[in-house]
């Protein structure tokens, strides 16, 4: 972790760099093929609709032991980054993590 002090303005920028890039190779997650510049897909709302349908629920099977323990391995690493760094990403994390009881 770096920090780099602007005394003048009174503020201090905090860093870590190549974190990601290390998450990304450790838990060998491939390069997306094009930008997605949100942390989860937006469900456009059809004003004027009588009535506003939810998506479909999730009837994948759930996951076993080895790829539940996969998945809080990949939320603790962002989590971690999200609160000490950017928590920007903190929507997308919450968002999987309240499917933690039963992860599909």
């Not at 760099?17 to 930008?35: M, N």
């Not at 510049?37 to 009837?59: E, L, R």
């Amino acid at each position: 972790m770096t920090m780099k002090w602007n005394y003048e303005q009174c503020s201090c920028d905090i860093s870590t760099p190549g974190y990601i890039e290390r998450a990304l190779t450790r838990f060998q997650h491939p390069a997306p093929t094009e930008q997605q510049d949100s942390p989860h897909k937006h469900d456009i709302p059809q004003y004027g609709a009588k009535v506003q349908f939810t998506n479909d629920p999730d009837n994948s099977p759930p996951l076993d032991a080895t790829d539940t323990k996969y998945v809080q391995e990949v939320l603790g690493t962002l989590l971690y980054y999200a609160h000490a760094i950017d928590p920007t990403i903190l929507p997308a994390i919450r968002t999987i993590a309240t499917q933690q009881s039963k992860p599909t």
